[in-house]
């Protein structure tokens, strides 16, 4: 078995070390949204199932919204401020319209965002290969 020693980073040593990056649908990241008070409470447990967040049976609605600590679990665990932050891939709209997202991380997959778990992972070297395909960048004239 050989010795893993960084894992995303390729080994390069400069500020990207500590990366990971994720090419996300941008649909994926608009129903990270978390719920209002205009969701039921139904909804607001199938969303904080599907993000891991815990809570009791016994909850009302308002103590749901309440233990939900972001706006937005994807954002909220990557680098990004905010979907406005986002690099998006030009000229696609719709299901296939997708952004990327960097979250700092380890050595150690289990200490990866449990909200990334479904997404492939890449290093800085693989998402620089994705960036430059055509539906990533723009002619300038």
Same mark, same amino acid.
């Given at each position: 078995? @050989?010795?893993?020693?960084?894992?995303?980073?390729?080994?390069?040593?400069?500020?990207?070390?500590?990366?990971?990056?994720?090419?996300?649908?941008?649909?994926?990241?608009? @129903?990270?949204?978390?719920?209002?008070?205009?969701?039921?409470?139904?909804?607001?447990?199938?969303?904080?199932?599907?993000?891991?967040?815990?809570?009791?049976?016994?909850?009302?609605?308002?103590?749901?919204?309440?233990?939900?600590?972001?706006?937005?679990?994807?954002?909220?665990?990557?680098?990004?401020?905010?979907?406005?932050?986002?690099?998006?891939?030009?000229?696609?709209?719709?299901? @296939?319209? &997708?952004?990327?997202? &960097? !979250?700092?991380?380890?050595?150690?997959?289990?200490?990866?965002?449990?909200? !990334?778990?479904?997404?492939?992972?890449?290093?800085?070297?693989?998402?620089?290969?994705?960036?430059?395909?055509?539906?990533?960048?723009?002619?300038?004239?």
């Amino acid at each position: 078995m @050989s010795e893993e020693t960084n894992r995303w980073s390729d080994d390069y040593s400069g500020r990207w070390k500590s990366r990971a990056y994720l090419v996300v649908p941008v649909a994926d990241i608009n @129903s990270a949204d978390a719920p209002t008070d205009s969701n039921t409470k139904t909804q607001i447990k199938t969303w904080m199932d599907s993000y891991g967040y815990e809570y009791t049976s016994d909850m009302s609605k308002s103590e749901l919204l309440e233990a939900i600590p972001v706006s937005n679990a994807l954002i909220a665990n990557s680098i990004q401020s905010g979907k406005d932050t986002l690099r998006k891939n030009n000229g696609e709209t719709g299901d @296939s319209s &997708k952004a990327l997202l &960097k !979250f700092a991380c380890d050595n150690d997959a289990d200490n990866d965002p449990s909200v !990334f778990s479904s997404y492939d992972k890449l290093s800085h070297s693989q998402v620089m290969s994705v960036l430059s395909g055509s539906e990533w960048t723009s002619s300038i004239e």
